[in-house]
């Protein structure tokens, strides 16, 4: 009889010798996610309505993701950029969650060279920079654009990049991160990850298009000096 693999993650053959079984079922960890997100926008939104209450819907919005991305790429992203070389024995929160989401991406318990960078950089650079812009985005600061652009770019450069390394593997050398279960695929892989394909991608249309017509402003108001 062959051997029974020792982890729940693709490729079984991987060898995580410290992995240790996360006590929580899969619906309640993406409960407590959730709530966590729940929360984040429930303070954001607190804090807005009494800095701010003025603030449009549309700056509102971007706030709120900013905020959550803020969150999510300095702590939860953080966390594991920490703990990358011993992430399969963790079982507080943050562990159990991201055993959970690697049995769509067993790279992040195997110590994988661009998982552990990619987001070591999103926690150190995109993180701090998120909550820098939800001020700028309150405070209605010049910069807000600038680090608009930046942080969505950082973020849709990344993405692409970690959905096609996963795809070269897989095409190219046959190594399959992801459990045969679609469901894995689907919910965790793809569709956890494409938010940060379509909403910084609208982030860098707004941007370019503020900074352009800001441009067109200072280039209009300076030729009108000229012809003075």
Known sequence: MAD????????????LPTYVANTLSAPVLVSIFA??????????????????????????AVALWFALCGCIHLFFEGYFS???????????????LWKEYALSDS???????FTVCMETVTAVLWGPMSF?????IIADHPLRHPFQLIISLGQLYGDILYYAICTFQEVVFD???????RFYFWAYYFLCNFFWI?????????????????????????AGKKTQ
């Open 4 to 15: 029974l693999p020792l982890h729940p993650f693709s490729p079984f053959a991987i060898e």
């Open 35 to 60: 709530a966590g997100c729940a929360v984040i926008f429930l303070v954001t939104y607190g804090i807005i309505q009494r800095t701010r209450p003025s603030m449009s819907g549309g700056d509102l």
């Open 82 to 96: 920490y703990n990358a070389f011993d992430m399969a024995s963790k079982t507080d929160i943050f562990g159990q």
């Open 107 to 113: 790279r992040y318990m195997s110590q994988d060279a």
């Open 132 to 136: 820098a812009c939800v001020y700028f």
């Open 175 to 181: 190594i399959v991160y992801c459990r045969p279960e």
């Open 198 to 222: 379509v909403i910084p991608l609208l982030l860098i249309w707004q941007s370019a298009s503020e900074t352009a017509r800001a441009f067109a402003k200072v280039k209009a108001a300076s």
